[in-house]
């Protein structure tokens, strides 16, 4: 069992980046996929990327188009969002997931969750 929480959040400028930590407790963080998802409001929670276990398969949302990078590292217990070119719609609470499911993706294959880090991005 892994218990996420999430940092980094914060404002930023339209064209800016930012980078989400996600520190993850446990023994066992390397025996699982872990993903970013992301939630607007009065929208529903949406997928915005995922790691394999050693980092060798990512999977991102159709609206990333390569602005957003994910990345772990195992000895640190931490994954990693990397988000550059930030655009007003980006806006959102930003949460982290765990997963035993290799090529988890959808919101309910993920069984473990943090509280969330606001990232609002202003014009």
């Known amino acids: 069992q892994v218990q996420p929480v999430e940092s980094g959040g914060g404002l930023a400028q339209v064209g800016d980046s930012l980078r989400l930590s996600c520190a993850a407790s446990?023994?066992?963080?390397?025996?699982?996929?872990m993903g970013w998802f992301r939630q607007a409001p009065g929208k529903e929670r949406e997928f915005v990327a995922a790691?394999?276990?050693?980092?060798?398969?990512?999977y991102y949302g159709d609206f990333v188009k390569g602005r957003f990078t994910i990345s772990r590292d195992n000895a640190k217990n931490t994954v990693y969002l990397q988000m550059n070119s930030l655009k007003p719609e980006d806006t959102a609470v930003y949460y982290c997931?765990?997963?035993?499911?290799?090529?988890?993706?959808?919101?309910?294959?993920?069984?473990?969750w943090g509280q969330g880090t606001q990232v609002t991005v202003s014009s």
């Open positions: 446990g023994h066992t963080f390397s025996s699982y996929t």
């Open positions: 997931a765990a997963s035993p499911d290799l090529l988890a993706q959808r919101a309910y294959e993920f069984p473990y």
């Open positions: 790691i394999g276990w050693s980092g060798g398969h990512t």
